[in-house]
């Protein structure tokens, strides 16, 4: 079983805030084959360096927060593998 820690204050501002604003220098959807449902693409490295450069953030860090927001919401809205037995 695991606990979940709360959500420091620095987070929620700063972090959340630059995770926020970069949702739009994602790339387009890819579409799932078939049934043409979206799959959302991962926020580029390289708009995450420009960010922390303009607003004075450790790049690697933003990185990691940002990487790691965005694989909870792109599992989230990703389709589900299918199953081998069909």
Known sequence: MTTERPVP?????????????LQHERPPNLYEKGTGKPI???IPWSAIARYAEFH??????????VWACDSEFI???SPEP???DG
């Open 75 to 77: 599992g989230d809205i």
């Open 40 to 42: 959302p693409q991962r």
């Open 56 to 65: 004075g953030i450790n790049v690697d860090e933003l990185k990691r927060i």
């Open 9 to 21: 204050k620095w987070f929620s501002s700063l972090y959340w805030t630059a995770y926020s604003d």
């Open 82 to 84: 299918e199953n081998e």
